[in-house]
């Protein structure tokens, strides 16, 4: 029996999210409409709401009710910091830590040829603008450890090198609980080259 029209969209559109398949969707939806009450409701309410009231900060590319964003008008945080990162997930985690108290730039992805993305697409310029500010002391290269974002941030470097700034990665290496059996070669090799003094 096909599910009814409506429905059918719904799945369809929970399905483009990423980690949902078709399965997962129609489960997700089945679950919200035996729960219209307690979870469907205040959902379409909070999805009206970021839709009406988030907005991406012209500054930073942060996600907020406000533009500026409230990292950017927070005259706590460090100014001479700037740690790039891919993507807003990777601005949470680092938030999260409550470690870091500098400024941020998102990037909105990485350069990847294959996908057509160069450096006008993730707004590099008004990176390097940023850097150049008299303030900003170093820019901190926060990018995945992935093929791309190896690129992303080597390139970056590049485009830096003439500023009078310090540039930087974040460490990477074992884990925290990591067991060296159960590591890749790349990560294990990378953790050899990065060693600290004892």
């Known amino acids: 029996m096909q599910e009814p029209h409506a429905l059918e969209q719904l799945?369809?559109?929970?399905?483009?999210?990423?980690?949902?398949?078709?399965r997962s969707a129609r489960r997700l939806v089945l679950e919200l409409i035996r729960k219209r009450e307690s979870v469907m409701h205040p959902l379409i309410r909070h999805?009206?709401?970021?839709?009406?009231?988030?907005?991406t900060c012209d500054i930073c590319g942060n996600l907020d009710a406000q533009a500026p964003c409230t990292i950017c008008c927070d005259t706590r945080r460090d100014p001479s910091l700037l740690c790039v990162v891919e993507d807003l997930g990777d601005l949470w985690a680092i938030e999260r830590s409550?470690?870091?108290t500098g400024?941020?730039?998102?990037?909105?992805?990485?350069l990847s040829a294959m996908d057509g993305i160069g450096p006008s697409q993730l707004g590099i310029?008004?990176?390097?603008e940023r850097a150049g500010a008299p303030e900003v002391a170093e820019v901190i290269l926060a990018t995945n450890a992935t093929v791309d974002g190896q690129t992303t941030a080597h390139y970056i470097a590049e485009r830096?090198?003439?500023?009078?700034?310090?540039?930087?990665?974040?460490?990477?290496?074992?884990?925290?609980?990591?067991?060296?059996?159960?590591?890749?070669d790349g990560t294990l090799g990378t953790a050899i080259r990065a060693r600290l003094p004892a």
């Open 11 to 22: 799945i369809r559109s929970f399905s483009r999210l990423p980690g949902l398949g078709p």
């Open 160 to 184: 830096l090198a003439g500023l009078e700034l310090r540039i930087t990665r974040l460490a990477q290496g074992i884990p925290m609980g990591g067991e060296l059996d159960y590591l890749d």
């Open 125 to 128: 310029e008004r990176l390097a």
């Open 47 to 55: 999805l009206q709401q970021v839709a009406e009231y988030i907005v």
């Open 103 to 110: 400024r941020y730039h998102v990037l909105g992805g990485v």
């Open 98 to 100: 409550r470690l870091y």
